[in-house]
């Protein structure tokens, strides 16, 4: 079983940063694509980044672009989401994420079903 554990949310004014941490636990970690995934109120869940193993391959969507910025240290099983310019439509609950067999670009848009997931941590933007 692989672990995933988030930290680093919170509540944050427009404007402002946030940098998201996850945690991970498990033999595979190294050979697996990761990534980050929102999911809004009454929305469903979408992509925002996901990162490949080793080539350093991203994928971001349209409304994160140029804000936010995944990175991973496979050295200490870590993963990272680097948000500034925080707006409000970013409130969400922020989830991380594994895939030891979907490219960057399958992971973020189409979430295939073997998908590990972690807890989710609450990302408010408000002032």
């Not at 996901?50 to 080539?55: F, W």
């Not at 969400?92 to 848009?109: G, K, L, N, P, R």
């Amino acid at each position: 079983q692989l672990q995933l554990r988030e930290s680093g949310g919170g509540l944050v004014q427009p404007g402002g940063s946030l940098r998201l941490s996850c945690a991970a636990s498990a033999y595979t970690f190294d050979y697996s694509a990761v990534g980050w995934f929102r999911q809004a109120p009454g929305k469903e869940r979408e992509g925002v980044s996901c990162l490949s193993s080793r080539d350093n391959t991203t994928y971001y969507a349209d409304s994160v672009k140029g804000r936010f910025t995944i990175s991973r240290d496979n050295a200490k099983k870590m993963v990272y989401l680097q948000m500034n310019s925080l707006k409000p439509e970013d409130t969400a609950v922020y989830y991380c994420a594994t895939d030891f067999w979907s490219t960057v670009h399958d992971m973020c848009v189409l979430e295939p079903r073997l998908i590990q997931w972690g807890q989710g941590t609450q990302v408010t933007v408000s002032s």
